[in-house]
């Protein structure tokens, strides 16, 4: 039960809170936020159901795609993700953990959508209770309300700005729940620094930490290929 509770606190209800910030970060045009805030709020929701789940998981780190893969191994949970959640965790684990732009980023507004899709999938296996995953998106109908009885469902029920940023446009989470959404239309791509100029990466490592394997391809001025995925924002 302790386990269960850490599993709780630690991951999901910390996800939810970073679940807001991010959607606060993609309606307010904040693109490094948007994306660091999405990463973590799917990392913290599927180390939850990790641990729930009680499947080893000490060398995930911060990879959603490691978490999901080790997850999907355990043939007791069927995430059975949709593409397009698929589709946004692929565009987060290739962007969202960087925080310091020492590799390309790219980041769009209509993105939150991808994310609270991905939210209503994943949260769903985050508690012991096997209904709320029992729960399928349907193309063209509203998605179905489920209840965890966490800090999420907390702030559904009060009338502050906590609640306002959850439900804003939001097609998954609430009573509303539209088929179409209205969504920030903003897009932001930068080059990394160092990628534009390798020519300073010995001095730049002088002064600051800089992870081997950029390095490696920096010093081969190799950064990762910049991927557009082609996205709509119908839900």
Not at 4 to 21: G, K, P, S
Request: glycine share 4%; charged share 25%; hydrophobic share 45%.
């Amino acid at each position: 039960m302790l386990l269960n509770d850490l599993a709780i606190r630690c991951f999901r209800d910390t996800a939810d809170q970073d679940y807001i910030a991010a959607r606060l970060a993609y309606h307010h045009t904040l693109p490094a936020p948007s994306l660091w805030q999405s990463q973590q709020t799917l990392e913290k929701y599927l180390k939850c159901i990790l641990l729930l789940h009680r499947i080893e998981a000490r060398d995930v780190g911060h990879s959603l795609l490691k978490a999901i893969g080790k997850i999907e191994a355990n043939q007791a949970i069927a995430l059975a993700l949709t593409p397009a959640t698929k589709e946004f965790v692929d565009h987060i684990e290739m962007y969202g953990a960087e925080r310091y732009l020492t590799t390309t980023r790219f980041a769009l507004g209509r993105h939150i959508v991808n994310l609270d899709r991905a939210v209503w999938e994943l949260r769903r296996f985050c508690t012991l209770n096997p209904n709320p995953r029992k729960l399928k998106l349907q193309k063209g109908r509203r998605a179905k309300r489920y209840s965890l009885d966490g800090w999420l469902e907390d702030v559904l029920k009060v009338d502050d700005d906590r609640c306002r940023a959850l439900l804003r446009e939001n097609a998954f989470i609430g009573v509303s729940r539209k088929l179409r959404v209205r969504v920030p239309g903003w897009i932001s791509a930068s080059n990394a620094p160092l990628y534009m100029h390798p020519e300073i990466l010995p001095l730049a490592m002088k002064y600051i930490k800089i992870p081997a394997e950029l390095v490696t391809a920096f010093k081969a001025h190799k950064a990762p290929d910049l991927h557009v995925p082609e996205e709509g924002i119908e839900v």
